[in-house]
Every structure is written in structure tokens, then in C-alpha cells.
């Protein structure tokens, strides 16, 4: 019987499912099959394993690039759970945030607000809860990318939220305004969007407080 014949006759253990998936094959199960794959061979017609052993390198670097990602993850998780106990820390604390409701107490509190562009005219005007007018001042020829400060001081206003409305216009066309306001932080919560504060009951991104404490 020639060595064909015999490499015919004889039949080869199953070293591991045919379905096993190769980026879970332990160092030990590698050898295995690297080393069934030479002894059932051809002599006369070896086949080259060289792409074999490649393949299966590139699923072990798959195989620890799997495992980084989940490093990562866990480290991504790790970071938002000490931004929430961060964000703990700021329940009744005083802070300015980007939004148009702020808090006022005695009579007082402080907001900001920034033009994306000049303006010739910028009206301001302060709404309770119940609608009314408590305040309203006009500013002329503002410059955009400025900063400016708007004080409430009414002994008479009494403490709670009030709403900011700022119009600006620029040769008759509206111009964005971010408005900054005072807000006392309620509550802290964790979302899939991130770490939020509640303010008057509104979810505030924490990326949106420009400031702690006054």
C-alpha cells in the first residue's frame, strides 16, 4: 500500500468541533490542531499552514482588542459613576447654567447673556410664574461674543423661579442670545445622555453649568 493509500486508510481524530469558533481557542487546542494538521498531511502533497498560522494570530489580536474595548467601557462607567457623586455634591448649591429660569432670593440674582452677533437693540424682559411682567429694560448697539451682566434687584419680588425672554435684533433680523442664569440645584440623576442637575424641575446637562457658587 502506497503512502497515499495509507494516508486514505487512516482517519483522522476530531480534535476539536467543526463549528468551534477559532478566537476562543485556548494556546493548548492551537497546538492541537496545528499538530494533527501536520501528522495527517500528504508527505507527497504537504499543504503550507503558513496562512493558518496567520489567521489565527489575527484572531488572537481581535481576541485582545475584544478585551481592551471592555477595558475601556468598564473605565467609561468607572468615570460616569464619579461624575454622578461629583454632581451629588453640588444638591443645594447655588450655580449658573445655560437656560433662561432663574432663581431669585431677596429681591435679587444675577444673569448673564452673550449675542452671537451685534445688536442694535436688545430687550430684556423678567416673567413670573403666573405671566406677568416684573421687569423689562432695552439696550442699544451690543456688541456679539460679549458677556453682559443683568442684575434683578426688586426687595418686592418674592423668592422663586422667574423666566428671562432676551430679543435682540440687528438691522431688523433676530439675533441668538445664551442666556445664564442662577438656579439652585435640586437633585442629581444619571441617564443615558450623561449626568443631569434638576433645576425648577428641568434636567440640566452638567456640560451646561459655567459656574458654582457667586
Do not use: C, H
Amino acid at each position: 500500500m502506497g503512502l497515499a493509500g495509507i494516508t486514505n486508510y487512516l482517519k483522522p481524530t476530531v480534535i476539536v468541533d467543526a463549528n468551534f469558533d477559532n478566537s476562543t481557542m485556548t494556546n493548548e487546542e492551537f497546538l492541537k490542531v496545528l499538530l494533527a494538521d501536520l501528522q495527517w498531511q500528504d508527505p507527497l502533497n504537504a499543504n503550507d499552514i503558513t496562512e493558518f498560522i496567520d489567521n489565527t494570530i489575527k484572531l488572537r489580536e481581535m481576541e485582545v482588542l475584544n478585551s481592551f474595548q471592555q477595558t475601556v467601557d468598564l473605565l467609561k462607567e468607572v468615570s460616569s459613576t464619579n461624575s454622578l457623586l461629583y454632581a451629588a455634591t453640588l444638591i443645594d448649591q447655588t450655580v449658573y447654567y445655560e437656560g433662561n429660569s432663574t432663581y431669585v432670593k431677596d429681591g435679587s440674582s444675577t444673569v448673564k447673556f452673550k449675542l452671537e452677533d451685534d445688536a442694535d437693540t436688545v430687550r430684556i424682559t423678567v416673567i413670573d410664574s403666573e405671566g406677568n411682567i416684573v421687569d423689562q429694560q432695552t439696550f442699544q448697539f451690543l456688541d456679539g461674543g460679549i458677556e453682559y451682566p443683568f442684575e434683578i434687584n426688586n426687595p418686592d419680588l418674592p423668592d422663586g423661579y422667574y423666566t428671562i425672554f432676551v430679543e435682540a435684533e440687528k438691522g431688523g433680523e433676530p439675533v441668538v442670545a445664551t442666556v445664564i442664569s442662577e438656579g439652585l440645584v435640586e437633585s442629581v440623576l444619571k441617564t443615558p445622555d450623561g449626568i443631569k442637575l434638576v433645576i425648577n424641575n428641568n434636567e440640566v446637562d452638567l456640560n451646561s453649568i459655567v459656574q458654582i457658587g457667586g
